[in-house]
């Protein structure tokens, strides 16, 4: 019996096939590490591994990539709360979550990445979207032009002004458009930083995931996923940087 498999984009159960026969190649969103694991954190987690566990059933050899968010505002103000560097508070947070998901009997991803070991992959990412007018710098920070991707909505089915209309946007100086949103952080007094052609700074926690993703399983793969509260803004902006960077290419199938 064929697989079908309900395609976010499509807001509809379609026919899953993927790029190369018998292979599929996936990645799923997981944990900003600056708390312990909630009941979302492991659904998520227990339904990727599930995916995972039936695909191997019907015989595909897959790839399957997670994330760990290490280095956000979140964990920021946690270190802050905890007086504890940054990088202690994701080692604690990390290491909880791995034991929960043992406990739950969740299999180690193929390869699960942090975002603070890809910095510098982030800013190659954040230049060549520059390079394609995609994205801009104004004072240190870099934010990514929405007006450039036609496709921005395309995921969530809402137009820029839809979302101008349903969103709370705090302007800032210098953005183009109220929802344009950031790839660089400029650096602040007392939070982790690292060099950039921009001066020092963090990247934005949308550019991780594209960058992350891709460049363990291509410009474009198979199987993306998370918590659906991420539809927008996260996976709606990681849709527009991969396809932006990739002039066009589908991010995923």
């Known amino acids: 019996m064929p697989i079908r ?3 976010s984009m499509e807001r509809a159960t379609v026919p899953f ?5 018998g292979k599929a190649a996936m990645y799923c969103c997981g944990p900003t590490v600056y708390n312990y694991v909630h009941i979302g954190n492991a659904r998520t987690s227990v339904w990727f591994d599930f995916i995972r566990r039936y695909l191997r059933y019907r015989g595909y050899d897959v790839t399957y990539v997670m994330n760990y968010t290490d280095v956000d505002d979140k964990i920021i103000e946690r270190a802050n709360l905890e007086k504890l560097p940054p990088e202690a508070v994701t080692a604690k947070y990390t290491k909880a979550f791995e034991e929960d998901m043992i406990g739950l009997g969740v299999e180690v991803p193929d390869l699960t990445v942090k975002a603070t070991d890809h910095i510098p992959l982030m800013v190659e990412g954040i230049e060549g979207l520059i390079e394609k007018s995609a994205a ?3 004072d240190g920070d870099v934010w990514f032009a929405v ?5 921005y909505g395309k995921l969530s089915g809402r137009t820029l002004d839809d979302m101008r209309a349903g969103e709370r946007v705090e302007p ?3 953005k183009r458009h109220p929802l344009d949103f950031a790839l660089w952080k400029a650096a602040k007094e007392g939070e982790p930083s690292w060099p950039s052609p921009w001066g020092q700074g963090r990247p934005g926690w949308h ?6 993703s891709t460049k363990y399983l291509g410009m474009s793969f198979d199987l993306h996923g998370g918590a659906t509260d991420l ?5 709606e902006n990681e849709i527009a940087q991969a396809e932006a960077l990739a002039d066009g290419e589908e991010f995923v199938r």
């Open 207 to 212: 550019i991780e995931c594209s960058v992350m």
């Open 172 to 174: 800032r100086e210098g």
């Open 17 to 21: 096939q993927t790029r190369e026969v």
């Open 147 to 151: 007006e450039s991707f036609d496709g």
């Open 231 to 235: 539809i927008f803004p996260h996976h």
């Open 5 to 7: 498999i309900y395609d």
């Open 136 to 138: 801009y710098e104004v």
